[in-house]
């Protein structure tokens, strides 16, 4: 009930954005006017974060539906192991982009390993069944020394917060 009526007052206030707030160009759309050009109107930083959050509540909902939505070969939830991991490995980088941004913004890691310089183009791809096993293998272990350097500093910070030792023990 909570999310329908969070959803309900994102469109409400979102319906409040005027369409002359709307990008003029594809260029403005993607990360502002031309350089050395200012915007034709100033960007409220009340009615930005309302739409970007839109996002967000947007996709949860998504989600939501392609859970719901039967399986195409009609079966339910039997799918092949290497589906499941290579689903799993990439939910598990969409992730990481998420803690990462997190521990970033915090202060809580060296600025350094904030930027990305070699992100695996296999994250960006639909999952499939037909990655052998041994890809999918070094694919965990990359993603595992990828982790490592976000999730040490996010559960310190947890720990330190509420004085949990075992904050993130998972057992």
Same mark, same amino acid.
């Given at each position: 009930? !909570?999310?329908?009526?969070?959803?309900?007052?994102?469109?409400?206030?979102?319906?409040?954005?005027?369409?002359?707030?709307? &990008?003029?160009? &594809?260029?403005?759309?993607?990360?502002?006017?031309?350089?050395?050009?200012? &915007?034709?109107?100033? %960007?409220?930083?009340?009615?930005?974060? $309302? @739409?970007?959050? +839109?996002? +967000? /509540?947007? $996709? =949860?909902?998504?989600?939501?539906?392609?859970?719901?939505?039967?399986? &195409?070969?009609?079966?339910?939830?039997?799918?092949?192991?290497?589906? !499941? $991991?290579? !689903?799993?490995?990439? =939910?598990?980088?969409? =992730?990481?982009?998420?803690? +990462?941004?997190?521990?970033?913004?915090?202060?809580?890691?060296?600025? /350094? %390993?904030? %930027?990305?310089?070699? #992100?695996?183009? #296999?994250?960006?791809?639909?999952?499939?069944?037909?990655?052998?096993?041994?890809?999918?293998?070094?694919?965990? =272990?990359?993603?595992? @020394?990828?982790?490592?350097?976000?999730?040490?500093?996010?559960?310190?910070?947890? +720990? !330190?917060?509420?004085?949990?030792?075992?904050?993130?023990?998972?057992?």
């Amino acid at each position: 009930m !909570r999310t329908a009526l969070a959803i309900s007052v994102l469109f409400v206030l979102a319906a409040c954005v005027s369409s002359t707030d709307a &990008p003029s160009s &594809p260029d403005d759309a993607a990360g502002g006017a031309a350089p050395g050009l200012e &915007p034709a109107a100033e %960007i409220d930083p009340f009615t930005l974060a $309302i @739409e970007a959050g +839109r996002w +967000r /509540v947007i $996709i =949860e909902r998504a989600h939501e539906g392609a859970r719901l939505a039967p399986n &195409p070969d009609g079966l339910a939830g039997d799918e092949p192991d290497a589906l !499941r $991991i290579d !689903r799993s490995l990439k =939910e598990g980088a969409a =992730e990481l982009l998420k803690l +990462r941004d997190q521990v970033c913004s915090k202060d809580l890691v060296d600025p /350094v %390993i904030c %930027i990305f310089k070699n #992100w695996p183009s #296999w994250t960006t791809e639909p999952a499939t069944s037909d990655t052998p096993l041994v890809e999918l293998q070094a694919r965990s =272990e990359w993603l595992g @020394e990828e982790v490592s350097n976000f999730s040490g500093a996010g559960c310190e910070a947890g +720990r !330190r917060a509420t004085g949990d030792d075992l904050f993130c023990s998972v057992e």
